[in-house]
C-alpha cells in the first residue's frame, strides 16, 4: 500500500525534498554523470510517482526496464 504524499501527511513543507534534490544533483555531478543521465533519473521517479498516484503502482518499484546510467570514464 502505497504511503500518504506529504499534503496527506499534514505538512506542505517542501523544504526537505529540495535539500534532497540539491543533494542528490551534486553527488551526482560530483561523481561526472551528465545532464542526460540526471534527466533519465529524474524521468523514472517522475514515472513512478505518475503510475502510483494514478493506482497503477504495484508497491514494486523495480523498474519494468534497467535504467540505463552508465558512469563517464
Known amino acids: 500500500m502505497a504511503k500518504p504524499a506529504m ?3 499534514g505538512t506542505t513543507d517542501l523544504r526537505p525534498a529540495r535539500i534532497l ?3 542528490l544533483f ?3 555531478r ?3 554523470y551528465g545532464n542526460q ?3 533519465a533519473l ?3 521517479l517522475i514515472d513512478l510517482v505518475t503510475r502510483d498516484m494514478r493506482g497503477e503502482g504495484d508497491g514494486d518499484v523495480r523498474p519494468e526496464r ?3 546510467i552508465v558512469r563517464p570514464d
Request: aromatic share 0%; net charge negative.
Open 7 to 9: 499534503a496527506e501527511m
Open 21 to 23: 534534490a540539491r543533494s
Open 26 to 28: 551534486r553527488d551526482m
Open 30 to 32: 560530483g561523481s561526472g
Open 37 to 39: 543521465q540526471i534527466l
Open 42 to 44: 529524474a524521468t523514472e
Open 66 to 68: 534497467p535504467l540505463q
